[in-house]
Each structure stands twice: as C-alpha cells, then as structure tokens.
C-alpha cells in the first residue's frame, strides 16, 4: 500500500523554524516528483513546493519563496521542508503528495499542522 | 498564474439527489484539471483528472466535464460518504499550481 506519513509539525513563533518530514512506504520513491500543498485554517489548498525525484528540479509558491527549503533523501524514502522565518500566515496543516503524473497529487499525506503563534 | 474559481461555495443537496458543481480558469488550462475530494481530518482524493478521467477506484456516479476555462463536477444520487469539500485543481501552466477555493456539499 503506497502511504505517506508527515512529522515534525508543532507550536513555533514567529520568525521560528521548524522542519517537516515525510515517510514514504509502498513504492519506488526515487522515481515520483513530490510536492508539499498547505491548508490554513478555514482556508482551501495552497501548493507550496515541488522537487523533482532526482532532486534537480525545485519550485516554490512566492509566499514561501526564499523562507522555504524542500529537500529528498531518496536512499531513506523522505521528503524534508525547512521552514524558516516563520510568519502567522504560515500557520496549516502541511501535507506532502506524491505526483502520479505532471500535477496530478495522488496520494496525499495525512498532515502535520503548523501553528505560528507567540 | 492562473486563478480558479469554484461555485457555488456550498451547495445543500439531499441523499440520492444529483450535484453539479462549478469550476472556472482565468486563462485556458486545456484539459488540464483536476477534481480532489477532502473530508475533515483526511488527506485530500483525487477524484477526477483530465477534466473527466475517473481516478482509480472512484464510483461512476463522480463525473467530469469540460475544457478550456469551464469545468463541471457531477456527481449523480448523491450518498452519504460524498458530502466533503470538493477542489479543482489547474496543472496545464505551472508553477504555481492552483487550486480553487472549494466547494462544501452539505447535506439539506
């Protein structure tokens, strides 16, 4: 069973840090692009970042461009988010999916939440 | 970037009732859409892609039409497992890639 599983969640404050893992099982994890798409409370879907499965290609939305690093550990099946800078606005559930084709998210993480809160 | 726009914002359906829901792009994204499902405290399906494949696994009474900037959800005889938020999703011009804002279908 493919399953994607986000840590590292938590309560931060502002201008924090934090970094989010995300445990993948069930399949080659060296050959999918993966992304991070965030929910902030009462609010929709918001793509975050894109990595490619080798790593060479990353992407990020402007609101976290510069603030946000994704990385991948293709020999331990995880895909990393380093949140810096953290600002209220950042405050979502993080979720990671893997892409079953050009921007197709499937499937998707469970979630970890992030609060920016003094 | 191209922005998506669902409606209506909720919809009240009763069980067994048809549902249609909306979807608009800025700009053309050709058959580019998706259409995920996301219950509360679940991760987020993938229902529909390529404005009308059904994803693996998804019942026939989810269907998907459109292309260019007009989308259209329906999902026929509504159960009681498909009242969730239901998002379209552009991936025809990226980064970034977007989403709308969602539909709730709640039960009348």
């Known amino acids: 069973e493919v399953q994607l599983v986000e840590s590292g969640g938590g309560l931060v404050k502002p201008g924090g840090s934090l970094r989010l893992s995300c445990a993948a099982s069930g399949f080659t994890f060296s050959s999918y692009n993966l992304n991070w798409v965030r929910q902030a409370p009462g609010k929709g879907l918001e793509w975050v970042s894109f990595?490619?499965?080798?790593?060479?290609?990353?992407s990020y939305a402007d609101s976290v461009k510069g603030r946000f690093t994704i990385s991948r550990d293709n020999a331990k099946n995880s895909l990393y988010l380093q949140m810096n800078s953290l600002r209220a606005e950042d405050t979502a559930v993080y979720y990671c999916a893997r892409e079953r084709d050009t921007g197709l998210f499937d499937p998707w993480g469970q979630g970890t939440l992030v609060t920016v809160s003094s | 970037e191209i922005v998506m726009t669902q409606s209506p914002a909720t919809l009240s359906v009763s069980p067994g009732e048809r549902a249609t829901l909306s979807c608009r792009a800025s700009?053309?994204?050709?058959?580019?859409l998706a259409w995920y499902q996301h219950k509360p405290g679940q991760a987020p399906r993938l229902l529909i892609y390529?404005?009308?494949t059904r994803a693996t696994g998804i019942p026939a009474r989810f269907s998907g039409s459109g292309s260019g900037a007009e989308f259209t959800l329906t999902i026929s005889s509504l159960q009681s497992e498909d009242f969730a938020v239901y998002y379209c999703q552009q991936y025809n011009n990226w980064p970034p890639f977007t989403f709308g804002q969602g539909t709730k279908l709640e039960i009348k």
């Open positions: 700009q053309s994204v050709s058959s580019n």
């Open positions: 990595i490619s499965y080798n790593g060479n290609y990353i």
């Open positions: 390529g404005a009308s």
